[in-house]
């Protein structure tokens, strides 16, 4: 029998139908699967579908966010943006893309929304099928299925961490205190005096965003942060400059002294964060940084304060560790993150060794007998989610279907011990889901042989070569060659300067200026020279 066939039958549970669950369904079209999505909702989007209150087991966010990623960065790469879109996008605008996208590629039907996956157990045979029992509820009936695979996309902003015994003296507090998830508008704080604990994102977007009419505002920081504009070198969007194949193979070529110091210099480049208490800790780590493009104005106008972690609280105040008081306070928040949780999964799958997240690239369960569950979406890095998870559940799929095999348990957790000890030099924790994007997703792009050659291109298409090499890494660069290439990669990349520029020149003075690459080329390599000579003339 044609070993192709018997694959066009496999059956795959897909969990959520976020960005993470829509590439999945996608990757499992393109490759002859039968992909089923549960979604808790009635709608897609996950994290980024606004509802004026919180949900449990859902990911929540409030109003006012807006994406950290520029449309060139986060989109899909067969599918660029409409050109009239803005750089930086309000969630409302990307739940529109989101739903452009679903319907472009026909994935809705394929979506069983409303309904709630409660179970997934390993089938009685799974050491022989790789199956799966996925057992889901729905207007109060249970149901069970078999399927062949499972692709787990529900998110890691689902389970808030609230770390009260953390915080001694908190239950005296007898103000209201509640985590970030829960916060929507600012209107409730006209007036009042607030301490959010937390320095992320979410943290200082709502400081910001509160202090306009608040009282008073203080963040309260454990180790700090660098923070970082969307608006980068000569007023382009930061991920377009920052995040190139070149300055990626700078940074990972450089002796470690020169690139921390190279890091740090960036990152101090907008103003100087030991001046507004945010400095972090160990400032050479490559944490992700926080993005506000109002943050430091605010603390200069003095609307936000910033101080270090809370030491205790009173009834109606908390001291900080360095003895100062805020007295008075009116309203807590915990911008302390989330914790990433599968409740309806046997723990012991994902964490397979004293109680860590044990995963093959952070896909891949390593133990397992069969290949036939991939958890796509749990990784964070300087790049866009949307890429990521789209290369994740292209090669997922690829292994499901049995065109790419995964090496042996041995040599997957000898990678996995490998890139622990990289996170814990460059993030500060072995443990942690953050890493190197573009590193990344060159390793994913390799097994399905979706990674440019670099080298060739420059011998056959200059012109591209440049800007895939120098350019910004955009997502179209994951489909140019290989399985699932796309015909318009190749225009969508020579033209993505004049998508960006197109919703900021509405009023026309001039020709729209595209970086110059030579001049930011020399001036990359300035600083690194500039360090190496000095060096050599105090040896």
Same mark, same amino acid.
């Given at each position: 029998?044609?070993?192709?066939?018997?694959?066009?039958?496999? /059956?795959?549970?897909? +969990?959520?139908?976020?960005?993470?669950?829509?590439?999945?369904?996608?990757?499992?079209?393109?490759?002859?699967?039968?992909?089923?999505?549960?979604?808790?909702?009635?709608?897609?989007?996950?994290?980024?579908?606004?509802?004026? /209150?919180?949900?449990?087991?859902?990911?929540?966010?409030?109003?006012?966010?807006?994406t950290n990623s520029s449309k060139e960065m986060m989109c899909f790469p067969d599918f660029p943006y409409p050109d009239?879109?803005?750089?930086?996008?309000?969630?409302?605008?990307?739940?529109?893309?989101?739903?452009? %996208?679903?319907?472009?590629?026909?994935?809705?039907?394929?979506?069983?929304?409303?309904?709630?996956?409660?179970?997934?157990?390993?089938?009685?045979?799974?050491?022989?099928?790789?199956?799966?029992?996925?057992?889901?509820?729905?207007?109060?009936?249970?149901?069970?299925?078999? %399927?062949?695979?499972?692709?787990?996309?529900? #998110?890691?902003?689902?389970?808030?961490?609230?770390?009260?015994?953390?915080?001694?003296?908190?239950?005296?507090?007898?103000?209201?205190?509640?985590?970030? /998830?829960?916060?929507?508008?600012?209107?409730?704080?006209?007036?009042?005096?607030?301490?959010?604990?937390?320095?992320?994102?979410?943290?200082?977007?709502?400081?910001?965003?509160?202090?306009?009419?608040?009282?008073?505002? +203080?963040?309260?920081?454990?180790?700090?942060?660098?923070?970082?504009?969307?608006?980068?070198?000569?007023?382009?969007?930061?991920?377009?400059?920052?995040?190139?194949?070149?300055?990626?193979?700078?940074?990972?070529?450089?002796?470690?002294?020169?690139?921390?110091?190279?890091?740090?210099?960036?990152?101090?480049?907008?103003?100087?964060?030991?001046?507004?208490?945010?400095?972090?800790?160990?400032?050479?780590l490559r944490k992700e940084p926080v993005f506000n493009d109002e943050l430091p104005a605010c603390i200069l106008c003095?609307?936000?304060? +910033?101080?270090?972690?809370?030491?205790?609280?009173?009834?109606?105040?908390?001291?900080?560790?360095?003895?100062?008081?805020?007295?008075?306070?009116?309203?807590?928040?915990?911008?302390?993150?989330?914790?990433?949780?599968?409740?309806?999964?046997?723990?012991?799958?994902?964490?397979?060794?004293?109680?860590?997240?044990?995963?093959?690239?952070?896909?891949?369960?390593?133990?397992?007998?069969?290949?036939?569950?991939?958890?796509? #979406?749990?990784?964070?890095?300087?790049?866009?989610?949307?890429?990521?998870?789209?290369?994740?559940?292209?090669?997922?799929?690829?292994?499901?279907?049995?065109?790419?095999?995964?090496?042996?348990?041995?040599?997957?957790?000898?990678?996995?011990?490998?890139?622990?000890?990289?996170?814990?030099?460059?993030?500060?924790?072995?443990?942690?889901?953050?890493?190197?994007?573009?590193?990344?997703?060159?390793?994913?792009?390799?097994?399905?042989?979706?990674?440019?050659?670099?080298?060739?291109?420059?011998?056959?298409?200059?012109?591209?070569?440049?800007?895939?090499?120098?350019?910004?890494?955009?997502?179209?660069?994951?489909?140019?060659?290989?399985?699932?290439?796309?015909?318009?990669?190749?225009?969508?990349?020579? !033209?993505?300067?004049?998508?960006?520029?197109?919703?900021? !020149?509405? /009023?026309?003075?001039?020709?729209?200026?595209?970086?110059? %690459?030579?001049?930011?080329?020399?001036?990359?390599?300035?600083?690194?020279?500039?360090?190496?000579?000095?060096?050599?003339?105090?040896?």
């Amino acid at each position: 029998m044609n070993s192709s066939l018997t694959t066009l039958g496999k /059956r795959v549970a897909i +969990i959520g139908a976020g960005v993470s669950g829509l590439a999945s369904i996608r990757s499992c079209l393109e490759e002859g699967l039968e992909p089923t999505c549960f979604e808790k909702s009635d709608d897609i989007g996950g994290l980024w579908k606004f509802l004026d /209150r919180a949900e449990e087991g859902r990911a929540s966010i409030y109003q006012s966010v807006f994406t950290n990623s520029s449309k060139e960065m986060m989109c899909f790469p067969d599918f660029p943006y409409p050109d009239d879109f803005p750089n930086f996008m309000h969630n409302r605008k990307l739940q529109e893309y989101l739903v452009s %996208f679903a319907r472009k590629k026909n994935l809705l039907r394929y979506i069983k929304f409303k309904t709630l996956v409660s179970s997934v157990k390993k089938h009685s045979n799974f050491s022989i099928t790789g199956q799966w029992v996925i057992t889901s509820e729905k207007d109060g009936k249970q149901e069970s299925s078999v %399927f062949d695979a499972v692709m787990i996309c529900s #998110g890691h902003h689902v389970y808030p961490n609230l770390p009260k015994e953390s915080f001694p003296g908190l239950k005296h507090f007898k103000g209201p205190y509640f985590h970030s /998830r829960d916060y929507k508008e600012p209107g409730m704080f006209r007036g009042k005096r607030v301490l959010v604990i937390g320095l992320g994102n979410s943290g200082c977007d709502i400081a910001a965003e509160i202090s306009r009419t608040a009282e008073k505002v +203080i963040i309260s920081s454990r180790s700090g942060s660098w923070v970082m504009s969307r608006v980068w070198d000569d007023g382009y969007p930061w991920d377009m400059l920052f995040i190139t194949r070149f300055e990626t193979f700078l940074k990972n070529t450089l002796p470690t002294a020169i690139a921390d110091w190279w890091y740090m210099k960036q990152m101090n480049s907008r103003f100087k964060h030991e001046n507004y208490g945010l400095m972090p800790l160990n400032g050479a780590l490559r944490k992700e940084p926080v993005f506000n493009d109002e943050l430091p104005a605010c603390i200069l106008c003095g609307t936000v304060s +910033i101080k270090p972690n809370v030491k205790e609280f009173t009834e109606t105040s908390a001291i900080f560790e360095d003895g100062t008081t805020f007295k008075a306070i009116d309203c807590v928040i915990f911008a302390t993150g989330y914790s990433y949780a599968y409740p309806f999964l046997d723990e012991s799958i994902i964490k397979s060794r004293e109680n860590e997240v044990t995963l093959f690239k952070g896909i891949f369960p390593p133990r397992l007998e069969k290949s036939t569950m991939a958890v796509i #979406g749990l990784v964070q890095s300087l790049g866009a989610a949307i890429p990521t998870t789209d290369l994740q559940a292209r090669w997922a799929a690829q292994v499901i279907k049995g065109t790419c095999t995964l090496p042996s348990v041995e040599d997957m957790m000898r990678d996995i011990d490998e890139k622990m000890g990289k996170k814990l030099k460059w993030f500060g924790k072995s443990e942690t889901i953050q890493t190197d994007y573009i590193t990344y997703m060159d390793e994913l792009a390799t097994f399905i042989g979706a990674k440019p050659n670099i080298l060739w291109l420059f011998l056959t298409d200059p012109k591209l070569a440049l800007e895939v090499f120098f350019g910004p890494c955009c997502p179209y660069q994951f489909r140019l060659v290989g399985p699932g290439k796309w015909p318009g990669a190749r225009d969508a990349i020579l !033209t993505q300067w004049d998508r960006t520029l197109r919703p900021t !020149t509405t /009023r026309v003075v001039g020709h729209p200026q595209r970086p110059s %690459f030579f001049f930011r080329c020399l001036k990359l390599l300035a600083i690194p020279v500039l360090f190496i000579a000095i060096l050599l003339m105090l040896i």
